[in-house]
């Protein structure tokens, strides 16, 4: 079979994944909500109906507020303005049927980050030029895992963030890498594409914001131990082929970061200047850092969240009684002193400093305390058994213990035979995993967070099962 009718019958089948993925959602979506209407809710995480809250405020036109004045940067804007485009389209469908389109665009979202992580597959496998049915089997396999992962499915038809948050990742990841290709023409035409995305992903998931500093991290090990990359010595059947990576000047690798971050910044920049306006204070996504990190460091705390955030409403009194006071005082000074008198921070601005210096003052005063907590949120996000009481039934937690086990030990058999040369690509796809494990050893721990690492991670489970299925077609062969 030639190499075109190859890639036609690659085509053929991953759009047949797509349909089924997209047919799997939609059915999803409608079960999903139907159990909603039952029970007499309208969404089941905290979360969605502050998202949904800003997305009608967007929509009519009123200020991006989540219940006052006191909460202006409650939420980073990503996910609130796709949510008041759909509340905007499908708004003659009444209040059910509003939701329902956003968990079908929410369902589109999913089937494009399958198509994307399809494609990434396909361009980190076909840049070794191995033989063509390791290629197809590698990209059908992760299309079909994708589709199939019950988180993955949950991020589509859920109100979350995730839904957008998941392409754009995606999108950041692939661009990069193919920037990184050897004889790459336009390098810089890709940095920018993986800085742009980068930046609307952290518009989405403020949590992302520090992702480049672990990329700024691989890429110095990739320059300091370039042999470790570009050995072409493998331990799959592909260690005939040239090594994909190469030796990287320094200076190139600045360059490649430095445009990567002037474009994620340009990206951010207009949600910046709009918080500069709003708080005269740079605030770079949201300012709920502090109460999401004492969420996961105080007295009392748990590893998972207290989504109420109850424990804050102490901290917020204390804040209140004293801005009561200072009016009272400045009302009884006279008009001079008054001119004269500094204005006070914004209130959102100062609970959420108090919060952030209470949860360090805490982990400081209390280390073993703060790392037993990271053991326990550790194992609440990665444990294949999910615990979040938003999960479902017994059988929801099976199949996504099944899914997370399959993805997870098919991932560990692509990074051991992998070859060398493909180590650096794969390392990029797989850092969302070490970034999240990283990070929600400090704040709080969930089954949720780990959704879109697992998601990346099928590209390696694909390289892993297509290696399997190789093996299986050799020995027969050999019979």
């Known amino acids: ?56 405020k967007v929509s009519q036109g009123l200020p991006y507020e989540y219940g006052g004045v006191d909460s202006r940067a409650f939420r980073a804007p990503g996910y609130p303005l796709i949510l008041a485009a759909t509340i905007f389209i499908a708004s003659g469908l009444g209040e059910q049927g509003v939701v329902f389109a956003a968990r079908m665009v929410g369902s589109l979202l999913g089937v494009l980050t399958i198509a994307l992580l399809m494609v990434a597959t396909y361009q980190l496998v076909s840049s070794s030029k191995p033989r063509q049915p390791f290629v197809f089997r590698a990209t059908l396999v992760c299309g079909i ?7 993955a499915i949950g991020m589509s038809i859920f109100i979350l963030s995730e839904a957008i948050f998941c392409p754009l990742m995606v999108l ?23 800085g742009a995305a980068t930046g609307a992903a952290c518009l989405c998931r403020p949590s992302w914001l520090l992702w480049p500093g672990l990329l700024a991290v691989i890429c110095l090990v990739r320059w300091r131990w370039p042999n470790f990359f570009s050995n072409a010595c493998s331990a799959s059947e592909n260690s005939s082929h040239d090594a994909v990576s190469e030796i990287v000047p320094f200076s190139k690798v600045l360059l490649s970061l430095f445009v990567f971050g002037f474009a994620m910044a340009a990206m951010m920049s207009a949600w910046w200047i709009r918080n500069y306006m709003v708080f005269q204070s740079f605030v770079p996504t949201t300012l709920q850092v502090g109460a999401s990190l004492y969420d996961g460091l105080h007295d ?4 998972a969240s207290d989504e109420g955030m109850r424990f804050t409403l102490e901290t917020e009194q204390e804040l209140r009684e004293f801005d009561r006071r200072w009016k009272e005082k400045n009302r009884a000074s006279s008009e001079v002193q008054a001119l004269q008198s500094e204005p006070l921070v914004p209130f959102e601005i100062r609970l959420n400093q108090v919060l952030f210096s209470k949860a360090i003052s805490w982990a400081v005063e209390n280390p073993y305390a703060t790392a037993r907590l990271a053991l326990i949120k550790f194992a609440k996000m990665w444990t294949p058994w999910p615990t979040a009481k938003e999960i479902g039934g017994l059988s929801v937690r099976i199949v996504e213990a099944v899914g997370y086990l399959v993805i997870v030990g098919l991932a560990i058999v692509g990074f051991m035979t992998i070859y060398p040369g493909l180590r650096y690509p ?25 959704q879109p690492a697992i998601l990346v991670l099928t590209i390696v489970s694909g390289i892993g099962a297509a290696w399997m299925l190789n093996q299986i077609e050799m020995k027969r062969k050999t019979r």
């Open 145 to 151: 895992l994708a589709s199939l992962y019950l988180g």
């Open 300 to 303: 009392g705390a748990s590893g």
């Open 1 to 56: 079979m030639d190499c075109l009718t190859e890639r036609r019958r690659l085509i053929y089948w991953a759009s047949a994944i797509l349909i089924g993925a997209l047919i799997i959602r939609l059915v999803a979506a409608v079960y999903w909500q139907s159990l909603l209407s039952q029970s007499g809710e309208r969404f089941r995480f905290g979360d969605s109906d502050t998202y949904w809250v800003l997305a009608e």
């Open 426 to 450: 794969t390392i990029i796809y797989a850092s969302p995993v070490l970034y999240f494990a990283v990070l929600h050893t400090i704040f709080v721990g969930s089954v949720r967070y780990r």
């Open 172 to 194: 950041s990841l692939l661009a990069w890498n193919q920037a990184s290709l050897p004889g790459e023409k336009s390098p810089v035409r890709w940095q920018l594409l993986a």
